[in-house]
């Protein structure tokens, strides 16, 4: 998903972006994904389950911030599309940001710091 | 002994200048400042660029040319280090210009890789960043804000840390010459030739079209 965000924004960048082509499938990419999240941590599969996870053990412990954070995220993604929709450069890169932000909310508290580190090896 | 004027005043303002924009770089970062990031960062590439440059056609101890020494003068120098009575360079000792080397070169490191640093939530991203994947950049990020940084602050201790030799036991002020321009000793040395102006605003104003190239990503 963040590919898809990032090549929005690599788009956007240039003075005459392809909406059709670049934008448009990877912005369906993040509306279709985006409601997956609050489905990934299931009830039971915290730490106790036991398998190797980068989700820390806030998410099962503070389930209803994550989900507050996992649905404002789809809200920001679904916007994403609606102003896709005008082709507007400015308007576009500041939703890019705030999408981008919805997810950082929950990046920085309920993902550990190891996730980067060891996808790397 | 009288005051000898050792280094330009483009020169001076140009090291100030990377010193704070360094700071704020630091700064901006370590407290998410990301949008602030980026401006102290085209700064201290301007910076750099113009030093390069002056590096070429500027003042006399300002050039390269001027300073860089082979290995075995600078193994010489080296030797000379524990003495305490050394007369001072005109500009840079044949150590020191190592040190401007690498000191240039890790700074440009950091920044050229800040161009095409992807954020991992891509809320604030390189100018540079579409021409790399997401892949490619987060790890160009991880390269820009760990292993090269940490490059460039030992570095700069090191720096730190021969001037304090120089103060504490060759009795030479570097930090007092490098604000002032000039340093006690006697005039058979010379002094520096003094580039002129015009040729420093022709490098201001190339550099500042290069830099401003970059921050659109070269899309024009």
């Given at each position: 998903m ?10 956007l960048?240039?003075r005459?972006?392809d909406?059709?082509?670049?934008i448009?499938p990877?912005?369906l ?16 599969s915290?730490?106790e389950a036991?398998?190797?996870?980068y989700a820390?053990p806030?998410?099962w412990?503070?389930?209803d ?5 996992g649905?404002t995220?789809?809200a920001?993604?679904v ?8 082709k507007d450069n400015?308007?576009?890169k500041?939703q ?6 919805s997810?950082?909310?929950?990046h920085e ?7 980067e580190?060891?996808a790397?090896? | ?17 990377l010193?704070?924009s360094?700071a704020?770089?630091?700064w ?17 590439l ?9 590096g ?5 101890t300002?050039k ?14 080296a030797?000379?280090l ?11 000792n ?15 490191a950091?920044?050229?890789t ?6 991992f939530d891509?809320i604030?991203?390189g100018p ?7 892949r490619?950049g987060?790890r160009?990020?991880r390269?820009?804000?760990?292993t090269?940084?940490d490059?460039l ?5 090191l720096?730190?840390l ?8 060759k009795?030479?002020n ?15 040395g ?26 659109t990503?070269?899309?024009?």
């Amino acid at each position: 998903m963040a590919s898809a965000l990032k090549q929005i924004d690599d788009e956007l960048k240039k003075r005459s972006p392809d909406w059709e082509n670049l934008i448009q499938p990877n912005v369906l990419i993040l509306q279709e994904r985006s409601p997956f999240l609050l489905k990934w941590f299931p009830k039971g599969s915290g730490p106790e389950a036991g398998a190797k996870t980068y989700a820390l053990p806030a998410i099962w412990q503070k389930g209803d911030d994550f989900a507050k954070h996992g649905r404002t995220m789809m809200a920001e993604a679904v916007k994403l599309s609606q102003v896709a929709a005008k082709k507007d450069n400015g308007e576009l890169k500041a939703q890019v940001i705030a999408l981008g932000k919805s997810c950082k909310a929950c990046h920085e508290d309920y993902r550990s710091p190891d996730y980067e580190k060891d996808a790397e090896q | 002994m009288s005051l000898l004027r050792i280094w330009d005043s483009p020169t001076r303002a140009m090291h100030w200048l990377l010193v704070i924009s360094i700071a704020v770089c630091w700064w901006t970062a370590e407290n998410g400042e990301l949008e602030y990031h980026a401006y102290s960062g085209y700064v201290a590439l301007w910076v750099i660029l113009l030093r390069l440059y002056w590096g070429f056609v500027g003042s006399s101890t300002a050039k390269f040319v001027n300073f860089l020494r082979g290995p075995r003068t600078v193994f010489n120098y080296a030797l000379t280090l524990h003495k305490r009575d050394t007369a001072p360079a005109l500009g840079h000792n044949a150590l020191g210009a190592i040190s401007v080397l690498v000191l240039l070169a890790s700074v440009l490191a950091v920044v050229v890789t800040g161009l095409f640093a992807v954020d991992f939530d891509v809320i604030y991203s390189g100018p540079l960043s579409s021409y790399v994947d997401y892949r490619q950049g987060r790890r160009i990020a991880r390269l820009h804000g760990g292993t090269l940084f940490d490059v460039l602050l030992v570095i700069i201790t090191l720096h730190l840390l021969a001037v304090s030799f120089y103060f504490a036991w060759k009795r030479q002020n570097l930090v007092g010459a490098m604000i002032t321009g000039k340093r006690k000793g006697d005039a058979d040395g010379g002094e520096v030739q003094v580039a002129p102006v015009w040729r420093l605003l022709l490098g201001a104003v190339f550099v500042s079209v290069i830099v401003w190239a970059v921050t659109t990503g070269f899309y024009f």
